[in-house]
């Protein structure tokens, strides 16, 4: 048996080859973000075990896998892996849905404060007023403060009902929640979210907060019409995924002043490009695709696909199989 890792983010792989070689199974790790198609298969093309963080899995590339049986994708989102391929050519596919919860819930609700106290701006002010050797406050204000505000969480699942659980305290008169998706003891568990619609949240929240997967029903969720609905002392933030923004639509609201400002942490293209227009904006925060990271993330995300790879070795399925119906047709 041999596991194969695609690209990887972390420094080195030297613990996950250390675990698998006690265990006798083959590993080997390459750096093929980028690479074209024919070059992937090439070097993974032996793999029983195939581990992705961001190369695209087509269903091309997934054909010219014949050993594969089992895809595992670092991270919670799997738009980059084409499922209905993976269960076509019966591999079981999982991801680790738990991964990160608790840091981008951490790193929205810092966006959100860092937005609210006008924090990365305020630096700005700070440099200027120093070289002036004067305050100097012109384009800072206004600031309001959060308390008594109304607060938008589209996506109550693993992290937006974490960002709801850690601010519920904090002061806000309203917490607003929109996911047609929960069961109703899911939504009885969130007591003090009040569920709206779509537009209702964005119309009616101060500071709006998304925590959807991305999926065709979710792309372009924030998009000009629901940009318009937005009060113009509100703040969006973004750390869910860059698709989810329609990145034109909000290039002209912020220009226009049509709301307060933005907070992004995810883009359509990763790392955006040089020239991408959201830089030259003095009302957007931007952050690198940076919520996923804690030391704690890292190892728990390592060690959970260490934990299926150990189940498909033993003949079990991994822990968070997205097509099941794999299952009913392999051994496991």
């Not at 075990?49 to 010219?64: D, F, P, Q, R, Y």
């Not at 895809?71 to 980059?80: E, K, P, Q």
């Amino acid at each position: 048996m041999k596991v194969v890792v695609t690209d990887f983010i972390e420094d080195n792989l030297d613990w996950e080859a250390k675990e698998l070689a006690r265990r006798g199974i083959g590993f080997a790790a390459f750096q093929l973000k980028f690479k074209p198609e024919d070059e992937v298969a090439a070097a993974i093309r032996d793999a029983d075990v195939i581990i992705v963080n961001m190369v695209k899995m087509t269903e091309s590339l997934l054909a010219k896998l014949p050993n594969c049986k089992l895809l595992i994708r670092h991270g919670i989102g799997y738009d980059n892996v084409d499922v209905a391929a993976c269960t076509k050519l019966g591999i079981q596919f999982c991801y680790q849905p738990d991964y990160c919860k608790e840091d981008v819930a951490e790193h929205a609700i810092a966006l959100i404060f860092a937005c609210a106290r006008k924090v990365v701006w305020s630096r700005r002010t700070l440099d200027e007023s120093s070289r002036n050797a004067k305050w100097d406050f012109t384009g800072l204000f206004p600031i309001y403060r959060m308390d008594g505000k109304t607060l938008g969480i589209v996506g109550v699942g693993r992290i937006g009902s974490r960002v709801f659980r850690k601010l519920k305290g904090f002061g806000f008169k309203r917490i607003l929640g929109c996911d047609p998706y929960l069961r109703p003891e899911q939504m009885e568990q969130m007591k003090g979210m009040e569920f709206v619609d779509r537009d209702t949240l964005f119309r009616e929240a101060d500071y709006v907060t998304v925590h959807t997967p991305l999926n065709d029903e979710t792309r372009h969720l924030v998009n000009a019409r629901t940009l318009a609905l937005m009060k113009p002392t509100a703040f969006l933030v973004n750390t869910s995924r860059g698709p989810m923004i329609d990145t034109p639509a909000l290039v002209d609201a912020l220009r226009k002043r049509q709301i307060a400002g933005a907070a992004i942490d995810v883009f359509d293209v990763e790392p955006p490009p040089a020239d991408h227009p959201l830089f030259g904006l003095d009302n957007a925060i931007l952050t690198p695709h940076i919520g996923w990271a804690s030391e704690e993330a890292g190892w728990e995300i390592r060690e959970s696909m260490m934990n299926d790879v150990y189940l498909f070795a033993a003949g079990k399925p991994a822990r968070c199989v997205v097509n099941k119906e794999v299952l009913k047709k392999c051994c496991c």
